[in-house]
């Protein structure tokens, strides 16, 4: 799905090693200088209320760039999303809690546990391709919710319906109150994001990357030129929710108390809008896809207050207007660009770029 | 090409510097109930509203009870010359909303929080022990009373538990000692809430009911294979712990399956938009266990709110229940604000938790229970007294008031 987009002019590759290179051209390096210094200054120039939504973000950037790995990468269509969250949520809370893991270590722990329930519910995919796979994740959804959800014998939450979660604590640091909270979150969750999305980056350079993609584009010819569907499917659901598991337990950590209800199937189809407005099959696509939908009822609602004087409507029916804005969106992505934000930003630095020739 | 970077960098350097003075404007806050300068700077308090989600139809008279205390309040002197600055916004009973909607508040220095929902209540009750905002809500599980596990949040009214011991005890009467009970519940920690804990109950007292409980499925188009099952059981007695349109369903249910049952409603399904969803004839001689005073029992707190009706020029038919049980609410609050600042202390949410806890019981005119509301260092629930009523010619005629188990 993805084009190659035009590269400046005089960039000759001579090596693989050079072809393999994430950057090849000085204005990509000084993007990613000022990407550097943005994330640098933000947690000084923002407010709390902002840089809560920052954190969000990043937790959604994770999320997101996991489920690419498999629904824009590996072309496995998942609507299990909420479900493999809400698995690594609430054995990370459990672990940390109630058994008294360090945290660093429940984390890993529930990354794992994930990925092999991810794995679990990701063998349907063996045998079934497009809606047939979305209705079988769309299972391994309402099983974990109903599992969540009913926790019989109270397994999960000990009878509560809910589990409170301590504030982050690990080698003898721990996060601050409310002032220093968000602050102190954002240099927990903002390397953690960036390693994510380096690690995805580098998947996609490797034999096993690349069998992902060409078992999205045609699986019978990638079987044909030896690709193992099987291990190539069922590591691409791994990975994918091993990355899910992460979003999932700093969900837990980050907000503080885990619920079913932070988990349903609507959390699933939000992050298949984040990939889709995004850019299916694109790294950078899944976060700008994740800033997008998490800031846009943000902004919406921030609009709506602002104008409350004069349009009232749009205060009082905001929710709906939300939703709908949100379904909205998702059409005009999918009429107009559907390869979504990553494209568009292409297009832009090309246009840039052949000024004043259109191509 | 040396040009072409800086334009493409000149017009990076321009989207963040707009992103960035766009993300560095004041959040906005939502609707407020007034809020001027009378002697002192407003007190905000949060409220985290449902008018436009699932639980609107109630949640939302239930929003505007709380915002007419508050205008009534600040009518009448506010506290201590102080006005109540309450900001409220719909979260569509969706819980990402109600904490995206927490940390605004948060942001805006609020001192405490009015919740709505079981689901955000819990969802929350970390946070506000952490950021130490008093909590209420609509949400009247067991486990939200016991300080030690959410130090912040306080329950005025009685629990879900306390109602179903109440009916159970009821039922044991009114049948004579001898029953089966059939306990009709919504599939979730909302409707789970009590199951246990009326089982439990049937057993401490010894009573000779049958007890079983059974889920109602979502998205039914009606409860007979349900009241078949409990027919099969021999139920003379349903209750229900869920809202007023499912249970209203239930209702038609019994009368059009010709069944000789009784609903026992639990709070959410025991007001006024049960006996109109049902129809008056359906809904008659079924029970209601609502803690909440509706107007049509007279009580000395509802003088305050005919005052404000009259001046509103509203109706009795405006002020449902769930109306009354928002303007109790936060008249609890409003006297926990106005004990913490009378201790001279810094006004914050941990002097109300500290007010709250110690100004011994909590006057709110009969409105909750029948009786007062009283919170201690050891238990925040308010209240374990409730009112049972009968539908009766369409309307809530109480049998008993300020029954407790």
Redesign the interface.
Known sequence: MRTVAATATGIHHRSYTSELRLRATRSEYFRLALLAVVLLVVPFALGNYWLSIVNTIFIAVIGAVGLNILVGYTGQISLGQGGFLAVGAYSSAILSDRIGVPVPLSILFAVALTAVVGTFFGLPGLRLKGLYLAIATLASQQIIEFIIRRDYGGVLTQGKGYINVDRLEFLGFKIGARAVFEQQWYWILMPLAVLVVLAARNIFRTGLGRSFMAVRDQDIAAEAIGVNLTRAKLTAFAVSSGFVGLAGALTAHYSEVVTWEKFTLEVSILYLAMIIVGGLGSVAGAVYGAVFMTLLPVLIRNVANAVEGSVPFLADQLPAIQNAAFGAIIIAFLIFEPRGLDRIWQRMKDYIRFWPFRY | ?FR??R???I???AA?ALV?S????D?????TGDGGEAGGDPIPVGIIAD???ATGDVGGPYNAGMLAYVEHLNANGGINGRELKAIS????Y????A??LY??Y??DGVVAIQGWG??DT??????V???ELPFMSASY?E?LTDPE??PYNFVVAPTYSDQIRVALNWINEDSGGSAEVAVLHH???FG??PV?DGQAWVEEKGYDLGYKAYPMPGGQPNYVGLLSQAQAQGAKYVIIQNVAPPAAQVAKDIQAQGLDMTIVCLNWCANELFISLAGEDVAEGHVLIQPITPMITEQPGHESIREYMEEKGMDESDVSVSWVAGWATMDVMAQGIAKALESGDELTGASIREALESMGPIDVGGLIGGGDVEFSAESHRGSASTGIYRAEGGQMVEIQGGVTP
């Open positions: 090409m072409k970077t334009a493409a960098a017009a990076a350097a963040t960035l766009a993300c560095g404007g959040s906005d806050t939502g609707s008018l436009t989600g916004n719909d979260y569509a969706e819980v990402p909303r904490e995206e940390n605004q948060v942001n079981t689901g819990e969802a929350l009750s970390g946070s022990a952490n950021d599980a486990p596990d959410a599939d979730s920690p789970n809430a246990a």
